[in-house]
């Protein structure tokens, strides 16, 4: 690894811990469309997610809110 892709791992303030983290979202609305088959049954096609609310993220060893380490975490989710 070089250095500026280590300066870029998000790591936990508090406990060091740089592997495990977690995403709360708020006032979520999820929609499920389902198409129905010719013999009646439903196949999904597809998920579409909104978030309504507040989107936080949290260090997976000590719950430490991690939310400013947020966007840079949606760049890097691949
Ligand atoms: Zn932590």
Known sequence: MNKKNSSLRIACPECGN???FFEV???VVITTRY???ADCS???DGDESQ???EIKFFCGECNTDLSHFH???LEMLF
């Open 18 to 20: 740089d592997t495990d």
């Open 51 to 53: 978030v309504l609310g």
């Open 42 to 44: 439903f196949t999904q």
């Open 25 to 27: 979202a708020d006032g």
């Open 35 to 37: 198409l129905q088959n």
């Open 71 to 73: 966007q840079r975490f």
